[in-house]
Protein backbone atom coordinates (compact mmCIF):
# COMPACT_ATOMS: atom_id res chain seq x y z
CA UNK A 1 0.00 0.00 0.00
CA UNK A 2 2.58 2.44 1.13
CA UNK A 3 4.54 1.52 -2.34
CA UNK A 4 1.52 2.32 -4.05
CA UNK A 5 1.27 5.21 -2.65
CA UNK A 6 4.73 6.39 -3.24
CA UNK A 7 4.76 5.51 -6.81
CA UNK A 8 1.44 8.04 -7.24
CA UNK A 9 3.23 10.86 -5.36
CA UNK A 10 5.71 10.26 -7.91
CA UNK A 11 3.08 10.08 -11.28
CA UNK A 12 1.92 13.65 -10.79
CA UNK A 13 5.78 14.98 -10.97
CA UNK A 14 5.53 13.65 -14.53
CA UNK A 15 2.92 16.37 -15.32
CA UNK A 16 4.82 19.03 -14.36
CA UNK A 17 6.83 20.14 -17.46
CA UNK A 18 3.20 20.56 -19.32
CA UNK A 19 1.93 22.16 -16.41
CA UNK A 20 4.66 24.69 -16.77
CA UNK A 21 4.31 25.21 -20.31
CA UNK A 22 0.33 25.55 -19.93
CA UNK A 23 1.06 28.49 -17.51
CA UNK A 24 3.64 29.83 -19.37
CA UNK A 25 2.42 30.10 -23.09
CA UNK A 26 -1.30 29.94 -22.26
CA UNK A 27 -2.31 31.52 -18.80
CA UNK A 28 0.21 34.12 -18.63
CA UNK A 29 0.03 35.25 -21.78
CA UNK A 30 -4.25 35.54 -21.09
CA UNK A 31 -3.23 37.12 -17.81
CA UNK A 32 -1.49 40.07 -19.61
CA UNK A 33 -4.27 40.54 -21.97
CA UNK A 34 -6.88 40.70 -19.42
CA UNK A 35 -4.81 43.19 -17.72
CA UNK A 36 -4.42 45.47 -20.01
CA UNK A 37 -7.97 45.52 -21.28
CA UNK A 38 -8.25 47.62 -17.76
CA UNK A 39 -5.95 50.59 -18.90
CA UNK A 40 -7.57 53.35 -19.66
CA UNK A 41 -5.11 54.09 -23.18
CA UNK A 42 -2.12 53.11 -24.66
CA UNK A 43 0.18 54.91 -21.89
CA UNK A 44 -1.19 52.37 -19.45
CA UNK A 45 -1.62 55.44 -17.20
CA UNK A 46 -5.15 53.97 -15.12
CA UNK A 47 -6.85 50.93 -14.51
CA UNK A 48 -10.83 51.58 -15.36
CA UNK A 49 -13.47 49.94 -17.03
CA UNK A 50 -14.09 52.56 -20.01
CA UNK A 51 -12.75 49.67 -22.51
CA UNK A 52 -15.51 47.35 -21.60
CA UNK A 53 -17.91 50.46 -21.45
CA UNK A 54 -17.11 51.73 -24.83
CA UNK A 55 -17.35 47.90 -26.48
CA UNK A 56 -20.87 47.62 -24.90
CA UNK A 57 -22.16 50.81 -25.55
CA UNK A 58 -21.05 50.56 -29.02
CA UNK A 59 -24.22 49.42 -31.55
CA UNK A 60 -21.63 49.22 -34.50
CA UNK A 61 -18.83 46.61 -32.04
CA UNK A 62 -21.99 44.69 -30.83
CA UNK A 63 -23.33 44.48 -34.53
CA UNK A 64 -19.85 43.12 -35.61
CA UNK A 65 -19.58 40.57 -32.48
CA UNK A 66 -23.43 39.43 -33.54
CA UNK A 67 -22.47 38.76 -37.11
CA UNK A 68 -19.14 37.11 -35.99
CA UNK A 69 -20.84 34.30 -33.79
CA UNK A 70 -24.16 33.51 -36.56
CA UNK A 71 -21.46 32.93 -39.33
CA UNK A 72 -19.78 30.59 -36.60
CA UNK A 73 -23.25 29.07 -36.53
CA UNK A 74 -24.29 28.88 -39.86
CA UNK A 75 -20.84 27.49 -41.11
CA UNK A 76 -21.21 25.14 -38.61
CA UNK A 77 -24.91 23.91 -39.54
CA UNK A 78 -23.72 23.33 -42.92
CA UNK A 79 -20.96 21.30 -41.80
CA UNK A 80 -23.42 19.18 -39.70
CA UNK A 81 -25.90 18.78 -42.58
CA UNK A 82 -23.35 17.77 -44.70
CA UNK A 83 -20.95 16.35 -42.99
CA UNK A 84 -23.29 13.46 -41.04
CA UNK A 85 -23.96 11.79 -44.42
CA UNK A 86 -20.49 11.75 -45.27
CA UNK A 87 -19.19 10.19 -41.93
CA UNK A 88 -22.66 7.37 -42.07
CA UNK A 89 -21.52 6.89 -45.44
CA UNK A 90 -17.86 6.32 -45.05
CA UNK A 91 -18.52 3.93 -42.27
CA UNK A 92 -20.64 1.70 -44.94
CA UNK A 93 -18.10 1.48 -47.90
CA UNK A 94 -15.75 -0.99 -48.14
CA UNK A 95 -12.36 -0.08 -46.92
CA UNK A 96 -10.31 0.80 -50.02
CA UNK A 97 -13.06 3.50 -50.95
CA UNK A 98 -13.31 4.45 -47.51
CA UNK A 99 -10.05 5.10 -46.93
CA UNK A 100 -10.28 7.40 -49.81
CA UNK A 101 -13.14 9.17 -48.40
CA UNK A 102 -11.27 9.73 -45.55
CA UNK A 103 -8.76 11.10 -47.31
CA UNK A 104 -10.77 13.68 -49.31
CA UNK A 105 -12.39 14.68 -46.24
CA UNK A 106 -9.17 15.60 -44.35
CA UNK A 107 -7.71 17.13 -47.45
CA UNK A 108 -8.39 20.92 -46.48
CA UNK A 109 -6.16 20.82 -43.47
CA UNK A 110 -3.11 18.68 -45.20
CA UNK A 111 -2.42 22.53 -47.16
CA UNK A 112 -1.97 25.61 -46.33
CA UNK A 113 -4.86 27.93 -45.10
CA UNK A 114 -3.85 30.74 -46.90
CA UNK A 115 -3.09 28.17 -50.25
CA UNK A 116 -6.15 27.02 -49.86
CA UNK A 117 -7.85 30.40 -49.44
CA UNK A 118 -6.29 31.90 -52.05
CA UNK A 119 -7.76 28.67 -54.10
CA UNK A 120 -10.93 29.40 -53.18
CA UNK A 121 -10.60 33.15 -54.40
CA UNK A 122 -9.98 31.60 -57.83
CA UNK A 123 -12.97 29.55 -57.54
CA UNK A 124 -15.00 32.11 -56.02
CA UNK A 125 -14.60 34.88 -58.57
CA UNK A 126 -17.11 36.14 -61.71
CA UNK A 127 -14.96 33.95 -64.10
CA UNK A 128 -13.83 31.16 -61.55
CA UNK A 129 -15.04 27.69 -61.97
CA UNK A 130 -18.29 27.78 -60.10
CA UNK A 131 -19.81 30.62 -61.65
CA UNK A 132 -18.40 28.92 -65.21
CA UNK A 133 -19.61 25.53 -64.60
CA UNK A 134 -23.12 26.91 -63.03
CA UNK A 135 -23.27 29.12 -66.53
CA UNK A 136 -22.26 25.84 -68.74
CA UNK A 137 -25.36 24.30 -67.40
CA UNK A 138 -27.43 27.33 -67.87
CA UNK A 139 -28.81 27.47 -64.29
CA UNK A 140 -27.34 31.03 -64.28
CA UNK A 141 -27.54 33.61 -66.63
CA UNK A 142 -24.86 35.88 -65.18
CA UNK A 143 -22.19 35.32 -62.51
CA UNK A 144 -22.98 34.87 -59.23
CA UNK A 145 -21.44 37.01 -56.42
CA UNK A 146 -20.07 34.92 -54.59
CA UNK A 147 -16.62 36.55 -53.72
CA UNK A 148 -16.75 39.09 -50.70
CA UNK A 149 -20.03 38.05 -49.66
CA UNK A 150 -21.05 36.37 -46.32
CA UNK A 151 -22.56 32.96 -48.85
CA UNK A 152 -18.69 32.51 -49.84
CA UNK A 153 -17.13 33.25 -46.40
CA UNK A 154 -19.25 30.04 -45.18
CA UNK A 155 -18.74 28.02 -48.00
CA UNK A 156 -14.94 28.09 -47.54
CA UNK A 157 -15.29 27.67 -43.60
CA UNK A 158 -17.63 25.06 -44.25
CA UNK A 159 -15.13 23.12 -46.91
CA UNK A 160 -11.94 24.29 -44.51
CA UNK A 161 -13.51 22.48 -41.22
CA UNK A 162 -15.11 19.52 -42.58
CA UNK A 163 -12.88 17.49 -41.30
CA UNK A 164 -13.69 18.70 -37.75
CA UNK A 165 -16.96 17.94 -38.06
CA UNK A 166 -17.15 14.33 -39.42
CA UNK A 167 -13.84 12.40 -37.59
CA UNK A 168 -16.47 13.04 -34.28
CA UNK A 169 -19.42 11.83 -36.11
CA UNK A 170 -17.23 8.79 -37.40
CA UNK A 171 -15.58 7.47 -34.54
CA UNK A 172 -19.11 7.92 -32.50
CA UNK A 173 -20.91 5.97 -35.00
CA UNK A 174 -18.10 3.18 -35.26
CA UNK A 175 -19.17 2.86 -31.34
CA UNK A 176 -22.35 1.74 -32.12
CA UNK A 177 -23.28 -2.05 -31.61
CA UNK A 178 -24.86 -2.67 -35.00
CA UNK A 179 -27.27 -5.20 -33.84
CA UNK A 180 -29.19 -2.49 -32.05
CA UNK A 181 -30.49 -1.17 -36.02
CA UNK A 182 -31.07 -4.74 -36.29
CA UNK A 183 -33.45 -5.04 -33.07
CA UNK A 184 -35.14 -1.81 -34.56
CA UNK A 185 -35.84 -3.65 -37.46
CA UNK A 186 -37.19 -6.61 -35.82
CA UNK A 187 -39.26 -5.08 -33.93
CA UNK A 188 -41.20 -3.02 -37.49
CA UNK A 189 -38.91 -0.11 -37.43
CA UNK A 190 -38.52 1.22 -40.68
CA UNK A 191 -35.22 2.37 -42.28
CA UNK A 192 -35.82 6.01 -41.21
CA UNK A 193 -37.66 5.67 -37.92
CA UNK A 194 -34.57 3.16 -36.72
CA UNK A 195 -32.14 5.93 -38.15
CA UNK A 196 -33.76 9.06 -36.15
CA UNK A 197 -34.49 7.07 -32.83
CA UNK A 198 -31.39 4.48 -32.56
CA UNK A 199 -28.41 6.15 -34.74
CA UNK A 200 -29.03 9.79 -34.45
CA UNK A 201 -29.50 9.96 -30.37
CA UNK A 202 -26.11 7.22 -29.84
CA UNK A 203 -23.91 9.93 -32.51
CA UNK A 204 -24.94 12.85 -30.25
CA UNK A 205 -21.76 13.09 -28.42
CA UNK A 206 -20.15 13.02 -32.00
CA UNK A 207 -22.07 15.68 -33.03
CA UNK A 208 -21.88 17.94 -30.41
CA UNK A 209 -18.23 17.17 -30.28
CA UNK A 210 -17.51 18.22 -33.87
CA UNK A 211 -20.22 21.43 -33.39
CA UNK A 212 -17.67 22.74 -30.57
CA UNK A 213 -14.59 22.24 -32.60
CA UNK A 214 -16.19 23.56 -35.87
CA UNK A 215 -17.55 26.60 -34.19
CA UNK A 216 -14.66 27.31 -32.42
CA UNK A 217 -12.26 27.25 -35.33
CA UNK A 218 -15.32 29.06 -37.87
CA UNK A 219 -15.43 32.37 -35.40
CA UNK A 220 -11.40 32.75 -35.50
CA UNK A 221 -10.30 31.85 -38.93
CA UNK A 222 -8.95 35.30 -39.53
CA UNK A 223 -7.27 34.43 -42.89
CA UNK A 224 -10.52 33.41 -44.21
CA UNK A 225 -12.48 35.86 -43.10
CA UNK A 226 -10.21 38.26 -44.15
CA UNK A 227 -9.75 37.21 -48.01
CA UNK A 228 -12.81 35.85 -48.45
CA UNK A 229 -14.90 38.27 -47.17
CA UNK A 230 -12.90 41.29 -48.10
CA UNK A 231 -12.97 44.84 -46.83
CA UNK A 232 -16.64 45.16 -46.68
CA UNK A 233 -17.34 42.26 -44.25
CA UNK A 234 -15.27 42.77 -40.99
CA UNK A 235 -15.36 40.39 -37.93
CA UNK A 236 -14.16 39.95 -34.59
CA UNK A 237 -10.53 38.77 -35.45
CA UNK A 238 -10.10 41.44 -38.28
CA UNK A 239 -11.45 44.04 -35.56
CA UNK A 240 -9.18 43.37 -33.20
CA UNK A 241 -6.44 43.64 -35.98
CA UNK A 242 -7.26 46.62 -36.39
CA UNK A 243 -7.56 48.30 -33.38
CA UNK A 244 -4.51 46.67 -31.97
CA UNK A 245 -1.83 47.48 -35.02
CA UNK A 246 -3.62 50.19 -36.99
CA UNK A 247 -5.45 52.70 -34.58
CA UNK A 248 -2.74 51.21 -31.76
CA UNK A 249 -5.57 50.99 -29.34
CA UNK A 250 -4.15 47.67 -27.23
CA UNK A 251 -6.45 48.34 -24.41
CA UNK A 252 -9.68 48.57 -26.41
CA UNK A 253 -8.62 45.26 -28.57
CA UNK A 254 -7.34 43.61 -25.81
CA UNK A 255 -11.29 44.36 -24.14
CA UNK A 256 -12.69 43.15 -27.37
CA UNK A 257 -10.40 39.74 -26.95
CA UNK A 258 -11.84 38.92 -23.71
CA UNK A 259 -15.82 39.86 -24.55
CA UNK A 260 -14.91 37.71 -27.46
CA UNK A 261 -13.35 35.09 -25.88
CA UNK A 262 -16.24 35.24 -23.25
CA UNK A 263 -19.09 35.24 -25.92
CA UNK A 264 -17.61 32.00 -27.51
CA UNK A 265 -17.44 30.24 -24.33
CA UNK A 266 -20.77 31.17 -23.75
CA UNK A 267 -21.91 29.27 -27.03
CA UNK A 268 -19.94 26.35 -26.39
CA UNK A 269 -21.33 25.88 -23.09
CA UNK A 270 -24.67 26.10 -24.49
CA UNK A 271 -23.56 23.72 -27.31
CA UNK A 272 -22.74 20.99 -24.10
CA UNK A 273 -26.21 21.97 -22.56
CA UNK A 274 -28.04 21.16 -26.03
CA UNK A 275 -25.86 17.92 -26.26
CA UNK A 276 -26.84 16.65 -22.81
CA UNK A 277 -30.37 17.68 -22.75
CA UNK A 278 -30.66 15.61 -26.28
CA UNK A 279 -28.60 12.77 -24.72
CA UNK A 280 -31.85 13.30 -21.82
CA UNK A 281 -34.75 13.29 -23.83
CA UNK A 282 -33.59 10.00 -26.09
CA UNK A 283 -32.30 8.10 -22.57
Wanted: hydrophobic share 60%.
Amino acid sequence: MAARAAAGGREWRLALPLAAFFLAFFVAPLGVLVAWSFYDSAELRALTLAQYARFLGDRFTLGILWDTLTLGAKATLVCLVFGYPLAWLALRLPPRWQAALVFLVILPILTSVVVRTFAWIVMLGSQGVINQALAAIGLVDRPLRLLYTEVGVVMVLAQVQMPLMVLPIMATLARVDPNLSDASSSLGAGAWRTFWKVTVPLSLPGVVAGCILVYAACVTAFVTQTLIGGARLIYMPLYIYQQATGANNWPFAAAMSVVFMIAVLAVVYLLNLVGRAARGAYA
